[in-house]
């Protein structure tokens, strides 16, 4: 079995969608933002998607990702938006009121 505690992957399906894979948290998530900002924003696309459904598990930290990851997109006039969230995820961007702001969208 894979141990995702400590791991965080972003993996590339076409020009304009990624697969995001493994645990985001406080560990993860720094590694994975500086490993991928200018992979996904160096492009100038029109629109981007990153699918959540392989996410192990994330705590707040994962949620803050796809915020700058939003406000990113934001800053280069991208559309961007994360399929299949976890549930967790979801909830936490519930009780923050950040569920009106980052385009999830759900299975």
């Known amino acids: 079995m894979t141990d995702f505690r400590n791991t965080a992957k972003l993996e590339k399906v ?3 969608h990624y697969l995001l894979k493994g645990e985001l948290n406080f560990k993860s998530v720094p590694e994975l933002w ?8 160096s492009n100038k696309l029109e629109k981007l998607t990153i699918d959540c459904s392989q996410l192990q598990r994330s705590d707040s930290s994962g ?4 915020l700058e990851w939003y406000r990113t997109a ?3 006039k ?5 399929l299949n969230p976890p549930e967790k995820m979801v909830d936490i961007a519930r009780i ?12």
Do not use: Y
Request: glycine share 2%; net charge positive.
């Open 78 to 82: 991208m559309n961007i938006i994360f």
């Open 63 to 66: 949620l803050a990702l796809l």
């Open 96 to 107: 923050s009121g950040l569920d009106k702001i980052l385009p999830l969208q759900l299975k």
């Open 34 to 41: 500086e490993k991928n900002k200018t992979r996904l924003f």
């Open 14 to 16: 076409s020009l304009d």
């Open 74 to 76: 934001q800053l280069q």
